[in-house]
């Protein structure tokens, strides 16, 4: 069966860095995009990045970019998402989604982890 | 990257309907048929329940559709049980970069 786990999360100072993982199982990881999403507490879902199923193309919502990086390690089965220079705005629970394969949306979600940035 | 708009909340008793709408522009929602939407019980994390504006995933229950008409799209849930009650939210592809954006959520409860 699908699964998706994140780890990484916790807290952090302002200013600081973060590297969150999601680690996938029981598809062929190297086949499908992949996002991350994040939900602030007690606010809605905000879509974070994508990366291609190969590495080569990404794309980043405005909030994190140039703060933001996604990569992926298909080798591990593997996603990343870098997070530097953190600001309180961007305390959230972060998840991570599959695409649906041939289409647009998101088949599955990670159980999420929180990220809380506060000095 | 605006938000979609939905209603912050709906409510039917069982056994009824309630539509959730989900407001975009021609760039996002009215542009392609990428919507999707997505149902989220407390501190879970979302769950699939419609794409492709109105194609349920296997498993769904044939409950649930979803509709466009222009920069709208919109999410019905027909014979309300208990369990659909849950926060649920709209996405949109907007055609530029892979980018995506979501709908400012609609809690659903069920009277």
């Known amino acids: 069966q699908v699964q998706l786990v994140e780890s990484g999360g916790g807290v952090v100072q302002p200013g600081r860095s973060l590297r969150l993982a999601c680690a996938a199982s029981?598809?062929?990881?190297?086949?499908?995009?992949m996002h991350w999403v994040r939900q602030a507490p007690g606010k809605g879902l905000e879509w974070v990045a994508h990366?291609?199923?190969?590495?080569?193309?990404?794309d980043y919502a405005d909030s994190g970019k140039g703060r933001f990086t996604i990569s992926r390690d298909n080798s591990k089965n593997t996603l990343y998402v870098q997070m530097n220079s953190l600001r309180a705005e961007d305390t959230a629970v972060y998840y991570c989604?599959?695409?649906?394969?041939?289409?647009?949306?998101?088949?599955?979600w990670g159980q999420g982890t929180l990220v809380t940035v506060s000095s | 990257q605006s938000a979609l708009t939905q209603p912050p909340s709906a409510s039917g008793s069982p056994g009824q309907s309630v539509t959730i709408s989900c407001t975009g522009t021609?760039?996002?929602?009215?542009?392609?048929?990428?919507v999707s939407w997505y149902q989220q019980h407390p501190g879970k994390a979302p769950k699939l329940m419609i794409y492709?504006?109105?194609k349920r995933p296997s498993g769904v229950p044939d409950r649930f559709s979803g509709s466009k008409s222009g920069n709208t799209a919109s999410l019905t849930v027909s014979g309300l049980q208990a369990e659909d009650e849950a926060d649920y939210y709209c996405?949109?592809?907007?055609?530029?970069?892979?980018?995506?954006?979501f709908g400012t959520g609609t809690k659903v409860t069920v009277l």
């Open positions: 989604a599959r695409e649906i394969v041939a289409t647009i949306g998101f088949d599955y």
């Open positions: 029981g598809f062929t990881f190297s086949s499908y995009a």
């Open positions: 990366i291609s199923y190969d590495g080569s193309n990404k």
């Open positions: 021609s760039s996002d929602v009215g542009g392609y048929n990428y």
């Open positions: 492709e504006v109105s």
């Open positions: 996405s949109s592809y907007t055609g530029s970069n892979n980018l995506r954006v």
